[in-house]
């Protein structure tokens, strides 16, 4: 269904493209050797070159290419060979140097493309105009004192992916389905952590409006959202925003504008500077960067496999394409369930992992990573419901109790005396114990109330405290209700 707003004079479509800055993961900033962890104290990872000390000369981080390259790939992206770094001139408070060195005319990758998935089901091809790599800038802070901004510039020079996409997007699901895709590639590639609410990955928003089967209106830019949710409502407040004004007879003015998170609508910031504004050129302190072809190969050889890979094979494997989706949704999910599922039945597995285990995640709050039950105790717990040891029922509480203490599943069953019952001579006692407490019920299963079953399962499973073999008590409780 195509996504429009109503207006007065009827339906208008949204047009929708995003450029996206995420923060390269490496131990050291673009251009200098300063350490890059996120929450130290303020201004202590700052370097001579980061500060815009005179004299001092910029030097390329090889491991930043090589995720810039890794992230172009992952992206089925060109790689350029030959690129530039230029200065981008203009005043930023927290940007010592007074101009920003990033890639303008020559990025390090051009057009690629992104596959997104929608809820219903059906996918879409969002393209990939550019990847270039830039040096982000410091931070302001406006909340340390009544008259005064503090700079920390501890985010001067760490290396940024700008990624920019065509404007393909036609709907704010669209935009948040490919936001939520470009992350999961990403994190799967290893080449940034994706943590939005820690700055690493953020998205310039550009929306425009226009009647069905028109060209392209006048866009304006919505800065620094820092939420795939806040993406999503930016764009819908700022469309209807342009709808209004069109509407109105006014005209759209191409803008810098910024999010109202609380509010829900988008404000002016600045009039959008055109790339003349910014007084481009080559830096003279950087050579052009020069990659070689077979670097780039062994960079691709070495790429891990994808989310589209990894669920295309997980249903080959008999998984349903949800439980493949919602699996590979994060790779340490993914390890975790193929740490799990080896040498076990994958679909058992895998009903277990997003069931029982996923909703003890919930309950605890935890991630994956942190789970105080390991694959190799949740597979231990999987191998003896195969081999009998316990039921379904007692598992899932046996599950609970690995949650709560961190207890192995085999010591669990023997200290707590859990191991169902496969002795048949017992279950016939408690089936005529059972029968003999209800004789009224057996009569009206005898006469045709084929539903009454249920009951006497459930009665039998009871007298034996859940540990009866399920298969078996049905087996006897047929044989004698017979």
């Not at 230029?86 to 101009?99: E, S, V």
């Not at 997003?354 to 231990?380: I, K, Y």
Request: aromatic letters at 8%; hydrophobic letters at 40%; a negative charge.
């Amino acid at each position: 269904m195509t996504y429009t707003i109503e207006g007065r004079t009827g339906p208008w479509e949204v047009v929708i493209g995003l450029e996206v800055h995420a923060q390269v993961t490496s131990q050291a900033k673009l251009f200098s050797g300063a350490a890059t962890e996120f929450g130290a104290a303020p201004n202590s990872q700052v370097s001579f070159v980061d500060a815009g000390f005179p004299g001092m000369l910029p030097v390329i981080n090889e491991e930043c290419v090589a995720q810039a390259v890794r992230t172009g790939l992952g992206l089925k992206a060109e790689i350029h060979l030959w690129s530039r770094f230029d200065r981008k001139n203009y005043f930023y408070a927290d940007l010592p140097q007074g101009y920003q060195i990033s890639q303008f005319a020559h990025p390090i990758v051009g057009t690629g493309t992104v596959e997104i998935t929608l809820a219903d089901g059906s996918t879409k091809q969002i393209g990939i105009t550019r990847l270039h790599l830039e040096q982000d800038a410091g931070k302001s802070l406006h909340d340390q004192h009544p008259s005064k901004s503090f700079i920390d510039l501890n985010r001067s020079g760490v290396a940024l992916m700008e990624i920019v996409s065509e404007p393909d997007m036609r709907s704010p699901e669209e935009a948040g389905a490919y936001l939520t895709k470009l992350r999961q590639i990403l994190r799967y590639l290893g080449t940034c952590d994706g943590n939005m609410d820690e700055g690493s990955m953020r998205a310039d928003v550009n929306v425009s409006v226009r009647k069905p089967g028109e060209g392209f209106r006048t866009r304006c830019e919505v800065k620094n959202v820092n939420s795939i949710r806040f993406v999503m409502q930016a764009v819908e407040a700022e469309a209807r925003r342009q709808v209004e004004l069109w509407e109105e007879g006014g005209t759209v003015e191409q803008e810098t504008r910024l999010f109202d998170t609380g509010r829900g609508v988008t404000r002016s910031m600045r009039s959008k500077e055109d790339a003349h504004d910014y007084r481009y050129f080559p830096d003279p302190d950087l050579p052009p960067l020069v990659l070689a072809a077979d670097w780039v190969e062994s960079l691709k050889a070495a790429l891990p496999e994808l989310p589209d890979a990894r669920r295309a094979r997980y249903v080959a494997m008999g998984l349903s394409p949800y439980d493949a989706h919602v699996l590979t949704l994060e790779r340490e999910t993914a390890a975790f369930f193929e740490a799990v599922a080896r040498g076990r039945d994958a679909k058992t597995v895998a009903n277990w992992v997003t069931g029982d285990f996923f909703a003890a995640l919930n309950r605890t709050g935890l991630g994956v990573e942190e789970s105080p039950v390991s694959a190799a105790a949740l597979g231990e717990l999987l191998d003896l419901i195969a081999d009998r040891t316990i039921n379904g029922k007692i598992a899932k509480d046996v599950l609970a109790i690995m949650f709560e203490t961190g207890e192995r599943p085999g010591a669990i069953v023997d200290a707590r005396g859990l191991r169902q019952v496969v002795d048949t001579g017992a279950i016939e006692a408690a089936i005529e114990q059972v029968m003999a407490a209800n004789a009224g019920k057996v009569a009206e299963y005898r006469s045709g109330k084929d539903k009454l079953f249920g009951f006497f399962v459930g009665q039998v499973m009871k007298a034996m405290q859940g540990k009866g073999n399920p298969a078996l008590v049905n087996e006897v409780l047929k044989q004698k209700l017979g």
